[in-house]
Structures are given as structure tokens and as C-alpha cells.
T-cell receptor, first 109, second 116 residues
Framework: DAKTTQPPSMDCAEGRAANLPCNHS???????VYWYRQIHSQGPQYIIH???NNETNEMASLIITEDRKSSTLILPHATLRDTAVYYC??????????FGKGTTLSVSS | EPEVTQTPSHQVTQMGQEVILRCVPI?????FYWYRQILGQKVEFLVS????????KSEIFDDQFSVERPDGSNFTLKIRSTKLEDSAMYFC??????????????FGPGTRLTVL
């Protein structure tokens, strides 16, 4: 079973920031927090990952709480093409990714 | 930008037939994975492969499944005798090396397998 908890769905207006929460209260010290998304039935697309520091790349920002028990993925200016299922996964290098049901983000104009 | 490729994009087969799904991982990657997603369900891990042997497998990956790296570029998943319930999207993924503290897996576009 997935070690993370995410809301099943969220809505966001185009151009606004989308903040997707994730709880991972049982994360262990050598596990990273990964975010992927899946558009329709395409292959999961890597977005960002982090250990304990906040991270930012060209796609998104990742905010991890100090106790590492939760995190938030931020899409700063959501577009219609960001409509997808977003998965938060805790993972140790070289091991299987365990996918949950994720959060279905709907971006509307 | 390097990417994982998979062929074919769609495979239709009769129940009981053998199928081989092919993947070309990113060239400098050493860890390879297969996942599947039955329509409307979660993405499920099948198997991981490193240094020419299986490093981890799930309960789904039974004797009907096998993986192989037949040459320096391809990574294949074989299903010996397909069943209706094998109908799914099959995703290949690759990552650089497990000794890195974090090791991002990159996914291919998938092969849709339909068993009739």
C-alpha cells in the first residue's frame, strides 16, 4: 500500500497557483518525496523530488515540512495542460515506486 | 532530452498467445523497471532489473512473466500465455543507479496490451 495520503481531487483556475498537499507521516530517514503526474493514460511524468529541503525546478516547487511528515507541490501558474493525476510517492533509491490513487487536478479557464 | 521509448504502442493478442513488449531505456541508465496499469486502476510495480538479474519483483510477476536484456539497448517483458486479465498499459522505466541517494525513475509512454 502507498505510504502517502492525498485528497482525491482539487480544482484550480487557470493562471492561479495550484497547491497539492500530501501526508507521509511514516516516512523514514532515507526516503525521498517524489512527485509524478499522469495525463490520461500516458506514462507517469517525473516532476520533482526532495529529501528535507525545499526544492524548485522549471515545473514546480516542493515544500517539505521540517518534520518531513507532509509536503506540498506548488504549480505556480497552472495551465489547462496541467490537468492530470498527481502522485506523491515516498521512495528509497533503487526500489519500486508504490503508486496510490493520487490527486486529480482539474484546471479550468 | 533523452527518453525511454517503448514498442509497440498498442498490441492486440489472443488469449493464450505469447507477447513480448519492448523498451529502450535511457542510454546511461542501469536500473530498469516494468509497471502496469489496468484501466481505471493504480499503477502497479511488476519487476526491477539490474546487472542482468531481477532485483525485486511483485506478487503479480509470476512464472508467466519474464524479463530480459537481450542486447545493450533493449529491455523486454515477455508474457508466455496471456490471459484476459493481462489487458493493461505496461510502462517501462529506467534510472541511473541505486547507489545514488535519490534515483529518479523515468517512464516510457507505455504499451497498451489488449487480450481478446
Amino acid at each position: 500500500d502507498a505510504k502517502t495520503t492525498q485528497p482525491p481531487s482539487m480544482d484550480c483556475a487557470e493562471g492561479r497557483a495550484a497547491n497539492l498537499p500530501c501526508n507521509h507521516s511514516t516516512i523514514s530517514g532515507n526516503e525521498y518525496v517524489y512527485w509524478y503526474r499522469q495525463i490520461h493514460s500516458q506514462g507517469p511524468q517525473y516532476i520533482i523530488h526532495g529529501l528535507k529541503n525545499n526544492e524548485t525546478n522549471e515545473m514546480a516547487s516542493l515544500i517539505i515540512t521540517e518534520d518531513r511528515k507532509s509536503s506540498t507541490l506548488i504549480l505556480p501558474h497552472a495551465t489547462l495542460r496541467d490537468t492530470a493525476v498527481y502522485y506523491c510517492i515516498v521512495n528509497q533509491a533503487g526500489t519500486a515506486l508504490i503508486f496510490g490513487k493520487g490527486t486529480t487536478l482539474s484546471v479550468s479557464s | 532530452e533523452p527518453e525511454v521509448t517503448q514498442t509497440p504502442s498498442h498490441q492486440v493478442t489472443q488469449m493464450g498467445q505469447e507477447v513480448i513488449l519492448r523498451c529502450v531505456p535511457i542510454s546511461n541508465h542501469l536500473y530498469f523497471y516494468w509497471y502496469r496499469q489496468i484501466l481505471g486502476q493504480k499503477v502497479e510495480f511488476l519487476v526491477s532489473f539490474y546487472n542482468n538479474e531481477i532485483s525485486e519483483k511483485s506478487e503479480i510477476f509470476d512464472d508467466q512473466f519474464s524479463v530480459e536484456r537481450p542486447d545493450g539497448s533493449n529491455f523486454t517483458l515477455k508474457i508466455r500465455s496471456t490471459k484476459l486479465e493481462d489487458s493493461a498499459m505496461y510502462f517501462c522505466a529506467s534510472s541511473v543507479h541505486r547507489d545514488f541517494l535519490s534515483d529518479t525513475q523515468y517512464f516510457g509512454p507505455g504499451t497498451r496490451l489488449t487480450v481478446l
